[in-house]
């Protein structure tokens, strides 16, 4: 199985979202790829695990754009820290599980993904869905 893809857009979604994903990917043994994208401001308000790929892109939809073009197509889980309507049909033509990790997500986004808001759901259902996905417990 390929491993976990983590796609973050951090001028879109805050620490609170993104250090509960950060920490839950840390615990799992799958191999994970961290692509993060967004303003030098966005990038400085979290610490990144060495592994995270960084991507300082200013200007209108640059983050959006790092982002698409990270992306890679296979059948491995994606999580998209992102609640973007942009990334809709990443999300849709994704053949792997997808999570969609936001406090305001597109309609388009929750119409083919399982969305989640660990700042006020706490880590839980971001825990049940790694271990379904990577066969973890």
Known sequence: MPGLQVLIDADNVGPARVQPVLT?????????????????????????????????????????????????????PLILVSGDGDFALLAARHPGSVLIVSAAPSYRLTENATVTDPALEGPGPLHTWLRHVTGER
């Open 24 to 76: 839950a990917i840390t615990a799992i043994e799958a191999p994970v790829s961290i692509v993060v994208s967004g303003r030098e401001q966005a990038l400085s308000r979290v610490s990144w695990p060495p592994s995270a790929r960084q991507i300082v892109a200013s200007g209108w939809q640059r983050a959006d754009v790092a982002l698409a073009e990270a992306y890679r197509r296979d059948d491995g």
